[in-house]
C-alpha cells in the first residue's frame, strides 16, 4: 500500500508533509452536524473520510460504557474503595479510537488515566483497578492482552513501546505498537528519547498525545510554545497529525491512517488529540485552585459522547432500543468492577520487597528484616519471610 508521503518525499516536499494540520481534523462537530463525508489534512496529505455507520455505533456503545466506567469508579472513590483515581470524564474518545485502531496482536502502552483503553483490549475490571486500591503493584500479565502496564511516572512507557515495536520489526512481525501520553509527558526527556529512536530506526509505533491542556496545574501555554505539540514531530522526521480529540469519527480515521501507515513498513508517527480533563487530575487533586469554573463550562458542549449519539441520532442510525442495550451491557461491567473492588483483601506488606529482584541486595534484606521484626512486634506470633 502506497502512502501519499512516499511520493511528496520524492518529490522533495518532505517538510510539508510531516507537518500536521493547520487546524484539528474533524468529521462531526460538537452539534452533532457531519462534514461532507471527509476532513483535508493539508496539501501533501490524504483526506480523511467518516467511518461506516456500524464502526460508528460500536464506537457509541464503547464511549457510553467508558462514560459509566468513569462515573463508577468515582463512586468507588468516594466510597473508600479505590485509594486514588484519574478520571478521564471527557476524554474517552481518545482512549476509546486507540485501542480500536488496533489488532489483538498490536501492543498498546496506557497511561495511569487511560483505565478504558486497557479494559478495551479485554483486561477484567478487576485487573485494571487492583492496582489503584492499591492492593497489588499490578494486576494483569502484560503478554495475555500485549498490553503494558500503566504506571504514574510520566512517558517511561513511550520507551518501553519503541522498544517493542523494535523488536517486532527484528522479527519481522506486522506488529504495530500505539502508545499513549498527556501533555505533561512531552515535557520529559523520556518523550524526547522515544521519539528520536523510533524515528532512526523507522519503527512501527505510534505516540498519540492526550492533549487535555494542563499536566496537572500547569496550563499548557507553560510547557511549550511550540505552535503545536504535533509539530515535534517534524524536529525528529516524522509525520505530525492534530485531530480533535473529542470526535471520535476523526479519532478513528486520523489514527487508523497512522497504524495502517506504520504497519506497511511507513514508520512512526505522532498525533495530538486536542481534548480536554473535565474533572481534576485525581480525587486528591483541587482543580478550581487553577482553572475557572468558565473555562470548564466552555469544553461540555464539546463532550464525545452527546456529540456521536446527536449526530447518529440525526441521521437515523440510533434507536432508544440500541441506546437502551449499549447501556444495560455498560452497567454490566460496573456491576463486575463494583463486586470485584467490595471483596477485603489483606497484602502482605513483605511482598513489596519478594518482588523487585530475583535475588535481594543485601539493603533490600535488610529493610525486610527491620519491617518483619516491627510487624512481629505489632502483631505477635506473625511470620516474618525474608524476601
Not at 191 to 207: G, K, R, Y
Request: proline fraction near 6%; include cysteine.
Amino acid at each position: 500500500m502506497q502512502y501519499p508521503g512516499n511520493a511528496v518525499l520524492a518529490a522533495g516536499h518532505q517538510g510539508q508533509y510531516l507537518l500536521p494540520s493547520s487546524t484539528p481534523v474533524q468529521l462531526i462537530a460538537p452539534d452533532g452536524t457531519a462534514n461532507t463525508g471527509t476532513a483535508s489534512a493539508g496539501k501533501y496529505k490524504e483526506n480523511y473520510e467518516l467511518p461506516d455507520v456500524s464502526t460508528l455505533l460500536e464506537g457509541y456503545g464503547q464511549l457510553m460504557l467508558g462514560r459509566r466506567i468513569n462515573e463508577q469508579a468515582g463512586a468507588l472513590v468516594r466510597q473508600g474503595r479505590m485509594a486514588v483515581y484519574p478520571s478521564s470524564f471527557g476524554q474517552e474518545a481518545c482512549q476509546v479510537a486507540a485501542y480500536t485502531s488496533l489488532r489483538r496482536s498490536d501492543w498498546l502502552f496506557a497511561t495511569y488515566r487511560d483505565t478504558v483503553a486497557i479494559l478495551g483490549r479485554g483486561v477484567a475490571p478487576m485487573e485494571v483497578f487492583e492496582s489503584l486500591r492499591g492492593d497489588w503493584h499490578s494486576g494483569f500479565d502484560p503478554h495475555q492482552y500485549n498490553t503494558g502496564l500503566p504506571a504514574t511516572p510520566l512517558s517511561t512507557q513511550l520507551l518501553h513501546a519503541v522498544g517493542v515495536a523494535h523488536a517486532a520489526k527484528l522479527r519481522g512481525e506486522d506488529t504495530v505498537v500505539l502508545a499513549m501520553c498527556g501533555d505533561g509527558a512531552t515535557s520529559e526527556g523520556d518523550f524526547h528519547e522515544a521519539l528520536n529512536f523510533a524515528a532512526v530506526f523507522h519503527v512501527p509505533v505510534v505516540f498519540l498525545i492526550q492533549n487535555n491542556q494542563y499536566a496537572i496545574s500547569v496550563p499548557l501555554i507553560h510547557q511549550s510554545v511550540a505552535p503545536s505539540l504535533a509539530h515535534k514531530a517534524i524536529g525528529y522526521g516524522m509525520p505530525g497529525e492534530r485531530v480533535d480529540g473529542n470526535d471520535l469519527a476523526a479519532l478513528l480515521a486520523v489514527l487508523g491512517s497512522a497504524v495502517a501507515r506504520a504497519r506497511n513498513g511507513g514508520g512512526p508517527a505522532l498525533v495530538e488529540a486536542h481534548t480536554y480533563r473535565m474533572e481534576a487530575h485525581t480525587n486528591a487533586d483541587d482543580s478550581t485552585r487553577y482553572r475557572s469554573a468558565e473555562e470548564v463550562a466552555q469544553w461540555v458542549p464539546k463532550d464525545p459522547l452527546v456529540r456521536l449519539k446527536k449526530y447518529l441520532h440525526d441521521a437515523g442510525h440510533l434507536s432508544a432500543v440500541e441506546t437502551d442495550g449499549f447501556a444495560v451491557a455498560a452497567e454490566q461491567v460496573a456491576k463486575a468492577l463494583r463486586d470485584s473492588l467490595n471483596t477485603s483483601t489483606s497484602p502482605d506488606p513483605l511482598d513489596m520487597f519478594r518482588f523487585v529482584y530475583s535475588e535481594p541486595t543485601p539493603q533490600l534484606q535488610e529493610q525486610s528484616r527491620m519491617l518483619a521484626a516491627e510487624l512481629a512486634a505489632a502483631h505477635p506470633g506473625t511470620q516474618g519471610a525474608q524476601p
